[in-house]
């Protein structure tokens, strides 16, 4: 039988995860309430639908469990004590949550709840343990639709349909790039235009999470964890871009309407190859470097 000391703190534990469930799944959300609802989780989970920027967002969690999970030896070692210092993150986080609900900008409020679960064991069990949590805490921010990050589409564009029509010419393909549009100077091979679908946005959002998450597992030190990370952004492009030249041999090839209808489609899973590809590759010279 538990001791009455276990039984209270499993009774402030679960009376803790009714309260942030309270602020965050039911309430939350003052951001387009008739067509989202009042919970903040639930705006953000709706926009992790089939199709869109934030289709990998399911996994996000499940990546930051078992993060949690390969540290449980050390979370387990750490020692234990109440650190006043997290009061006052848990104190910022619940503001930040207020100002989030009273602004409409629920983004903010879900911030603040990602800081609340970093927060709360801070405070609990003191800055070892809140060290060991840095990560799998903070990769939640994935999970977070960032609507700003559609500012990004037109210079994803411009950058990807650039680096196409300059390796298209490069292996013999004569190409006029006319802003985002493609054209071919070599009869009607291809003319199309690099649309918001093809900016590379979503694949970009799934590399950095993806890269995250590897660079984390994968390498030691933070500065190399860093360099990692920062070069899916670089990756996903490239990946993009290796789509479109693709694209465009294969209408050159075997005509416009073919590469459209049939090769475009799949072509999708190419990027990820890719960039998947030159992520791994990244990572092992680090590795490499590091020994």
Known sequence: MPSKRQAGQWAAAA???????????????????????RSAI??????????????????IPLVSAYALWRRRRELAAAPKHVDGRGLAVIAGALLLHAVGVRAQLTRVSLVSLVVLLWGLPFYFFGRETARQLVFPAGYLVFCIPLG?????????????????????NGIGIPTLRQGTMIRSLAGSGFNFDVADPCSGLRS?????????????FTQRGWWRRGLLFLSAVPVAI????????????VAWGFGEERAVAV???????????VAVLLMVGVGELLREKSR
Do not use: C
């Not at 705006?43 to 289709?55: I, P, T, Y």
């Not at 970009?204 to 984390?216: G, I, N, P, V």
């Open 263 to 273: 090769y475009h489609h799949f072509s999708g899973f190419l990027v990820f190859v």
């Open 204 to 216: 970009l959002l799934a590399m950095t999470a993806l890269t995250a998450a590897y660079a984390f």
């Open 238 to 249: 490239a990946g993009n871009v290796v789509r479109i030249v693709t694209v465009a041999v």
């Open 15 to 37: 009376l803790i995860a009714g309260l942030v469930a309270l602020l965050y799944g039911v309430h939350g959300n003052a951001q387009n309430v008739e067509a989202s609802g």
């Open 42 to 59: 639930g705006w953000m989970v709706g926009r992790w639908g089939a199709g869109s920027n934030m289709s990998h967002g399911w996994l």
């Open 148 to 168: 700003f990050l559609s500012n990004l589409t037109v210079p994803l564009r411009l950058a990807a349909s650039r680096l196409a029509a300059w390796l298209l």
